[in-house]
């Protein structure tokens, strides 16, 4: 079935510090999309992106699809960008987004 | 307002017993998900419903039924549950029908579940 693997697998930044966060996966016949789940455990999308390069606020959505990877870059971190940031493609279109396993992003002051 | 409600947020229960988990959306979204998230498995997807009676299984369905009689409505119940069910249940849904890719999924808060 589709893999989906990110790195790093954790991530300790300082304030102010920029970040990226990669992910790559199995076939070219996807779509990805980046969430961020909080420290308490909620879940949001943070990109729905098939294919180039998305921004909202600090954070860069980039996708290739042909090179099968993806990337978040995060500008200037703060300490409430701390959580897990997962990437998910389409499993296929009737099944569902295969997650990866994460990257947590810790920053301190 | 555009949320996904599960109900409860915490659950205990012993082992054999039965387990319903609710889930909410009030977004008219055709499609809903069931994910759980344990340690080091990220999430996986034990079922999808494309619409009300319209459901198939995920990666993980064993052990899982559904049950999809109101659009609004997704519900995951465990018959006679296991230790190993003991997890934390995401539900979730998305804006298309099927056949179509999953743009913008929204989360449910989760349900963490505990089986003694």
């Known amino acids: 079935g589709q893999q989906v693997q990110q790195s790093p697998a954790s991530l300790v930044l300082q304030e102010g510090e920029n970040a990226e966060l990669q992910c790559n996966f199995s076939?070219?016949?996807?779509?990805l999309q980046w969430f961020y789940q909080h420290p308490g455990g909620r879940l949001v999308s943070l990109f729905y992106?098939?294919?180039g390069t998305k921004h909202t606020g600090r954070l860069t959505s980039t996708t290739v699809t042909n090179e099968r990877r993806g990337s978040l870059h995060i500008s200037s971190s703060q300490t409430t960008d701390s959580g897990t940031y997962f990437c998910?493609?389409?499993?296929?279109?009737?099944?569902?987004?295969?997650f990866g396993l994460g990257t947590r992003v810790s920053v301190f002051p | 307002d555009m949320k996904v409600t599960q109900m409860p947020r915490y659950l205990i229960k012993r082992m054999g017993e039965n387990v319903l988990l609710e889930c909410g959306q009030d977004?008219?979204?055709?499609?809903m998900y069931w994910y759980r998230q344990d340690p080091g498995l990220g999430l996986q997807l034990i079922y999808i419903?494309?619409?009300?009676?319209?459901?198939s299984e995920g990666d993980i369905p064993k052990g899982y039924r559904v049950s999809r009689k109101k659009r609004e409505h997704f519900s995951l119940i465990l018959d006679s549950a296991k230790t190993n069910q003991t997890s934390v249940y995401f539900c979730?849904?998305?804006?298309?029908?099927?056949?179509?890719?999953?743009?913008?999924?929204?989360f449910g808060h989760g349900t963490k579940l505990s089986v003694l």
């Open positions: 419903s494309y619409d009300v009676d319209s459901n």
């Open positions: 977004m008219s979204h055709e499609t």
């Open positions: 076939s070219t016949a996807t779509r």
């Open positions: 979730a849904s998305s804006p298309q029908g099927q056949g179509v890719s999953n743009e913008r999924l929204f």
């Open positions: 998910a493609i389409d499993h296929n279109y009737a099944q569902g987004l295969t």
């Open positions: 992106n098939p294919s």
